[in-house]
């Protein structure tokens, strides 16, 4: 017995000019389809939506535009990322690929915003592509703030270690590349230990979170404070040389100094001592000025606390 369904024809075919437009303005995307020379043959609401609610010129959807001149006429702050995606409409238009694809930002003054701009081939006489940009603002801003929370040390909202370490290493091998000058600075708080026994952990987390303040408020702005541990904090200080990153690890230790906290048992006080390094084209990695400026920080204990001593290329310190 013959089982076969016939299954109902559709009341509207697909060829119907109005049902293909019906069918790109349901797409929540930005659509807009172009001919084998890049001219707009059709675009959807949304992206006629989008271009009015962004002040685009009058003509900008106009159908037999020319969507390469449109995307070259973006501003020099987009600049880059249009004249990219211009050689990605360029390579399908041409079938040298087979699709091209790019994040791009894409703020306004009151928001920030992100699409994934795709171009895919039409597989038609004649070519052509079609160009969507679907707005992906939402996983960005999630990826964003992952990214963020990885590189963050959650007590102090600093950089953590990783991400300072990282920055150290990136002055390292800039100094070893082009010359210049790059120093850090390692601080420890004093006698922590005896603020967690004496006040509780709430105050010693207090105590971190203010130094970390006090700290970033001292620092010039290409400096950087991250946290590596416990109470021990790293300073990235770009363009600084030793005698520099002396002045600066003093104006830290004044700030944190003069740092109180009020407490159960009155106002408790903090000092550091410092360590300073300058990083130096001999390093083999920053290991190496990491431990010159840590042997100079225990030096700083040994000397009384509360003070910078500078590391001279080996482990000869000068206080």
């Known amino acids: 017995m013959d089982h076969a369904v016939t299954l109902p024809r559709p009341s509207t075919p697909i060829a119907d000019p109005d049902y293909a437009k019906a069918v790109l303005d349901a797409l929540a995307s930005h659509i807009c389809v172009l001919d084998q020379r890049g001219l707009i043959v059709a675009v959807n609401r949304a992206w006629r939506r989008f271009a009015l ?11 037999g535009r020319n969507y390469l001149q449109v995307c070259q006429s973006s501003t020099d702050a987009e600049e880059a990322e249009a004249s990219l995606f211009t050689r990605g409409v360029r390579a399908v238009l041409e079938r040298r690929s087979a699709v091209f694809e790019l994040e791009y930002p894409c703020h306004s003054p009151t928001e920030r915003r992100w699409f994934l701009g795709r171009v895919t081939p039409l597989e038609v006489a004649g070519g052509g592509a079609v160009v969507s940009h679907l707005d992906i603002t939402e996983r960005k801003l999630v990826e964003l703030e992952l990214a963020r929370l990885a590189a963050t040390d959650p007590l102090t909202e600093l ?7 990282e920055l150290v290493q990136g002055e390292l091998e800039r100094v070893q590349r082009f010359g210049g000058v790059a120093a850090l600075v390692l601080l420890d708080l004093d006698r922590f230990k005896a603020v967690n026994d004496t006040y ?67 106002p408790l006080r903090l000092t550091a001592s410092f360590g300073v390094a300058e990083l130096l084209p001999s390093d083999r990695k920053v290991d190496d000025a990491m431990a010159r400026a840590d042997r100079a920080l225990y030096t ?3 000397l009384g606390r509360n003070r910078v001593v500078r590391a001279r290329g080996g482990d000869r310190m000068a206080d």
């Open 159 to 165: 950089p953590n270690r990783r991400f300072v370490m």
């Open 300 to 302: 700083a204990k040994d």
């Open 53 to 63: 609610e962004n002040g685009a010129p009058p003509d900008y959807s106009d159908i």
């Open 200 to 266: 509780g952990h709430g105050v010693g987390d207090e105590a971190l979170r203010a130094v970390a303040r006090v700290c970033t408020a001292a620092l010039r702005r290409s400096d950087v404070v991250g946290r590596l541990g416990g109470e021990e904090f790293l300073v990235c200080l770009p363009g600084a040389d030793a005698s520099a990153a002396v002045r600066i690890a003093e104006k830290l230790r004044a700030a944190v100094a003069g740092c109180a906290l009020a407490t159960d048992h009155g």
